[in-house]
């Protein structure tokens, strides 16, 4: 942890440091195209906010459905990926969390997750190209399939060792979920109120997560007869319907459309 959090602040002081803003000035000058010169600025912060959130631009509001599936998967990903390997490949009875074995299926499963994210970093590099060519928004599609496939597979997984492969298309996704909706929110976006947006699409993200942690556990425990694996097949779902909804995203800004 230690570790962790002296990289997560250095990284961040490498960006203070380093990233050059635009000068106020240029970025009046970004904005001018973008004042509504009939609107009546309400007053008070909170009030700006509600005006801001009922007349988000209609790209962020269609996002809103692909970021909820994406990050409600995620979540589920995150917290019964332990137990359903545990108990679906590795053979622990459903109300064992502390055998040696159930131990064992924990630490492949942070060997696993390292996996994903190495895939993500490396993928995350390859996502220019590829939107280039085909698009972003049936890029991150295509991200969001290969996620799907990644975990819904790990139901019919036998031996621990092809959890990498399943990993592979969880890692295509979580590269593409942490870049390609912000790429194509940015295009749809007033200048002037690029920081407010941004913080408002924040929402689509923790608001799944909280929803996930509520809801999940009892779903698990009644619905799915308390097998964990069926969290996975149901991350995977969504992952699906994230796919077909972000085709549906509007995406004017797309560089393949201008080309």
Not at 87 to 99: K, P
Not at 110 to 118: A, C, P, T, W
Not at 123 to 131: F, N, T, V
Not at 177 to 192: D, N
Request: charged fraction near 15%; glycine fraction near 10%.
């Amino acid at each position: 942890f230690y570790i962790g959090a002296a990289i997560f602040i250095s990284a961040i002081l490498w960006t203070v440091f380093t990233t050059s803003e635009y000068p106020p000035e240029m970025q009046a000058s970004f904005a001018e195209g973008d004042e509504d010169k009939n609107e009546v600025m309400p007053s008070g912060g909170l009030m700006t906010i509600f005006k801001d959130i009922a007349d988000m631009p209609k790209t962020m509001k269609q996002l809103g459905l692909v970021q909820f599936c994406s990050w409600f998967g995620l979540f589920s990903m995150w917290v019964f990926t332990t137990p359903a390997v545990a108990h679906h490949i590795y053979g622990c009875a459903i109300d064992d969390s502390s055998s040696a074995t159930y131990q064992t299926a924990g630490d492949w499963v942070g060997v696993i997750f390292g996996v994903y994210n190495l895939v993500s970093a490396i993928y995350a590099m390859m996502l220019p190209k590829i939107a280039g060519r085909i698009g972003r928004r049936q890029t991150h599609a295509f991200s969001l399939v290969c996620g799907a496939i990644g975990l819904i597979s790990i139901y019919f997984v036998k031996d621990p060792m092809w959890l990498i492969a399943s990993m592979v298309g969880v890692g295509m996704a979580w590269g593409s979920i942490l870049a390609m909706p912000y790429a194509i929110l940015a295009g749809a976006l007033p200048v002037r109120k690029m920081g407010v947006y941004m913080g408002i699409f924040n929402f689509f993200i923790t608001i799944p997560q909280i929803v996930s942690g509520i809801v999940n556990r009892p779903l698990v425990k009644y619905a799915f007869g308390s097998e964990a694996i069926y969290a996975l097949v149901m991350a995977g779902v969504l992952f699906l319907i994230g796919a077909w909804a972000v085709m549906r995203v509007e995406d004017k800004d797309d560089v393949v459309l201008k080309s």
